[in-house]
């Protein structure tokens, strides 16, 4: 029986909102993690791109302002 | 293999969910650490997303039955449990750090859209701009809610976490939706109480 079937079922939103979570978030001890999806690697992306993206609003914000 | 799905203190009372392909719960142990984890013999042949389910279901069991959870990253996989205990002797400061920051506590998550914003951005700064003031009004939220929670993050999509202790969740979600009544430029979304799952490792 599928998870998705189990008596202890969730709503679909909020099943959508727990793999996100599982899947973009939590501690990881061993760095990126890839992940195969239909034969395609995906690769985790940690800490380094959310820093450079709030780098790049904070230019934009000083551009905006000036 | 052994597959790891959060880390507690202790010996937590491990709750009646099953792992990923059926298996059971266990613990490693590290000291006070405690690794809760399923053993497999073989790769796993369930569906990716079905397993991200599972991973997350062990997960907020545990949220209901344990005070202190760091959840770890579907996926996090060791070949033998000599191997995660070099990687939990590696990581115990880290460890130790997140799981005193959300003992006692869960997550709220909430999500700002600026209501206004085109569906489609055309230009690159047009997409950045509508991010940026996304990210805005989650920091206002953030700053209007720091006298009631623990700790808080927001991501540059604009979503915002929020650890609070347990018996406040109600209060902060009713905070959040009295943001969301004064600011009707934005369409703000509350979910939970999760699991702390943006507050362990680096963001502790």
Excluded at chain 2, 4 to 13: D, H
Excluded at chain 2, 88 to 111: D, H
């Amino acid at each position: 029986m599928s998870v998705l079937e189990q008596p202890q079922r969730i709503e679909p939103v909020a099943l959508v909102e727990l793999v996100d979570r599982v899947l973009n978030k939590g501690v990881t001890l061993t760095g990126d993690i890839v992940l195969s999806v239909a034969d395609v690697d995906l690769v985790y992306v940690g800490l380094r791109v959310l820093l450079a993206s709030v780098a790049t609003l904070d230019r934009l914000e000083e551009d905006t302002v000036a | 293999m052994i597959r790891v799905y959060a880390f507690t203190v202790g010996s937590p009372g491990l709750p009646q969910t099953l792992g990923l392909d059926g298996a059971d719960l266990d613990t490693v142990c590290f000291e006070e650490l405690a690794a809760v984890v399923s053993r497999h013999d073989a790769p796993s042949t369930t569906d990716a997303r079905e397993a991200a389910a599972v991973h997350g279901l062990v997960v907020e069991s545990l949220r209901e039955s344990t005070d202190a959870v760091l959840p770890v990253r579907y996926g996090e996989t060791f070949a033998d449990e000599a191997a995660l205990l070099d990687a939990l002797a590696a990581n115990a400061p880290r460890l130790r750090r997140g799981l005193e920051l959300v003992a006692g506590c869960v997550a709220i998550g909430v999500r700002v859209q600026s209501a206004a914003q085109p569906a489609v951005a055309t230009t690159g700064t047009e997409y950045l701009r509508a991010r940026f003031d996304e990210v805005s009004q989650s920091a206002r939220l953030a700053e209007q809610l720091a006298p009631i929670v623990r700790a808080w993050l927001v991501s540059p999509g604009g979503e915002a976490a929020f650890l609070v202790r347990r018996d406040r969740a109600t209060s902060v979600l009713a905070a959040v939706d009295a943001f969301a009544g004064t600011h009707p430029d934005v369409a703000v979304t509350s979910t939970g109480p999760w699991a702390p799952y943006s507050f362990g490792g680096e963001a502790a």
